[in-house]
């Protein structure tokens, strides 16, 4: 196990808005996803059954590309998966592992990269790091990513910064426990219409 814990990272990967939501009071999220279809230099596939194209400037494509490449699974909650309507039966970053007390009718489907866990987040944890093979597994999800946090297993945090005030909504760190959580020095690229940070995770208040 500890072992595991060194070959594969968890990081918390959200775009939010300037003042910390995630999504708007009826779970929308076309303003903090904005940033991916304003870029008008480089397109991108989403990969996935849910098919899109993104047109990003070059510095957010770099950056997509790179932390894409760097994953070899995702972990979500169950109402993520319900906002995304499955990705379509394929997450297009890699097995998608979501976190349920129940298994939705009509899932697992045949030729589906989805994966329901019903017993615990560290049962979640470690199927997701099994499937990433070294590579690191993705966290997304408001209250998953809390979660996470809150259980000390968050390594990184990949926060995308839109350039929008929304005032109401979903909190990103509105769960949180036992705070403060010492983080290190972001790494910061500029794109248009976000700005993307990434913080490494020292340490949590005991």
């Known amino acids: ?7 594969s990272k968890v990081i918390a990967v959200m775009s939010m808005s300037l003042d910390g939501f995630v999504a708007d009071s009826d779970d929308g999220v076309a303003e903090v996803f904005n940033w991916y279809f ?16 993104f047109s990003l400037t070059h510095a957010s494509a770099a950056h997509y590309t790179s932390l894409v490449n760097e994953l070899g699974a995702v ?49 979640a944890v470690r199927q997701a790091k099994d499937a990433a093979a070294g590579k690191s597994v993705a ?11 809150n259980t000390g297993l968050v390594d990184e945090l990949q926060i995308d910064i839109a350039t929008v005030l929304l005032g109401s909504g979903v909190r990103l760190f509105d769960q949180l426990k036992n705070t403060p959580y010492v983080l ?7 794109g248009k219409g976000v700005t993307h940070l990434r913080y490494p995770v020292l340490r949590k208040a005991s």
Not at 1 to 7: A, N
Not at 38 to 51: C, L, M, R, Y
Not at 184 to 190: D, E, L, Q, Y
Request: net charge negative; proline share 6%; with cysteine.
């Open 1 to 7: 196990m500890e072992t595991e814990q060194l070959s």
């Open 38 to 53: 304003t870029g008008n230099e480089v397109e991108i596939d989403s990969g996935g059954a849910d098919f899109m194209t």
């Open 75 to 123: 972990l979500t909650g169950k109402r993520t998966f319900e906002v995304a309507k499955g990705w379509g039966g394929n997450h297009g970053w890699g097995p998608a592992y979501v976190l349920t007390h129940n298994v939705p009718d009509g899932w697992p489907r045949p030729d589906s990269n989805v994966h329901f866990v019903t017993d615990s987040l560290i049962s």
């Open 139 to 149: 966290v997304h999800g408001a209250n998953l990513i809390c979660q996470c946090l």
């Open 184 to 190: 290190g020095n972001p790494a910061v690229i500029t």
